[in-house]
């Protein structure tokens, strides 16, 4: 896939926009799950997160997203230093749905972007207004479809055009390739190139896939409970703190 890589990689924002966070921390019960964590998220960026599990990454986009107590300071800015509260859209890790369930895309969308009773025939404006999200992710065909019967790469689509709804300043993806096969990973990658492009809008997603790190990331933060390294994607795969962490040696485009 083509990528186009931005611009501003370097640890200071400089009237850039920017998400800053400044030594976090975060204390569940007396036991230290996230400690000194710093870094910065440009918009346009995408920006994978990495690490074992109970590294603290969902603990992180908690953080984040406002739901947890921390100590340090996350802050945002738009171009031009005004500090502001961050519009995030959130993709949380793809929840089930019994595949005999009657619920559509459309009903599903509706009951979350509007108050319209569910139970009253849908006005056009409303049907329009779904259209026109799911025309974002490319997913005006599954206006109609049933959540249950949505494969892993479609639900995906779903949510992420759920979470543009409005466009925020910042996506949060937890494990979106979680449940997806190969050809539906290629084109989630690729519609998440588009939208950080179309809408300049910064990405930070958490993985464990490795190998499409260097085709799609600008930045990888490997983390555990501490930010280990940060960097290009060939960087930190080739880290010392990688190696020690996964016990993987990568070569050349993340591939053992």
């Known amino acids: ?66 739901q ?14 005004d500090k502001t509260r961050p519009l995030i859209g959130y993709v949380p890790q793809s929840p089930s749905f019994d595949r005999g369930d009657p619920v559509s ?22 049907r329009e207004r779904v259209r026109a999200c799911l025309e974002r992710v490319h997913g005006t065909a599954l ?19 759920l979470a543009l709804e409005p466009l925020p300043h910042i996506l949060i993806l937890d494990e979106p390739l ?16 588009e939208i950080r492009n179309t809408y300049d ?3 930070l997603l958490s993985t464990h896939d490795f190998a499409t790190l260097t085709s799609y990331a600008d930045k990888v933060i490997l983390l555990k409970n501490e930010v280990l390294q940060v960097g290009p994607p060939d960087q930190v795969l080739a880290s010392p703190e990688f190696q020690a962490v996964f016990h993987l040696h990568l070569g050349k485009g993340g591939r053992a």
């Open 201 to 203: 809008l910064s990405i």
């Open 105 to 126: 895309v459309f009903d599903f969308f509706a009951a979350a972007i509007d108050k319209w009773p569910v139970f009253l025939p849908a006005p056009k404006r409303l």
């Open 178 to 193: 979680s449940g997806v096969d190969i050809d539906g990973e290629k084109q989630l990658l690729d519609m998440l190139d």
């Open 143 to 161: 206006l109609d479809k049933r959540m249950g019967a949505l494969s892993g790469g479609e639900l995906q689509r779903v949510l992420l055009a």
């Open 1 to 66: 896939m083509s990528v186009q890589k931005h611009e501003h990689m370097g640890p200071g924002c400089s009237g850039l926009c920017c998400l800053r966070v400044d030594k976090l921390g975060v204390n569940f019960g007396g036991e230290e799950v996230l400690q000194n964590v710093s870094f910065h998220l440009h918009c346009g960026e995408i920006v994978a997160l990495i690490g074992p599990n109970g590294a603290g990454k969902s603990s992180l986009f908690r953080t984040i997203l406002g």
């Open 68 to 81: 947890v107590p921390h100590t340090g300071t996350i802050e945002f800015q738009r171009a031009g230093g």
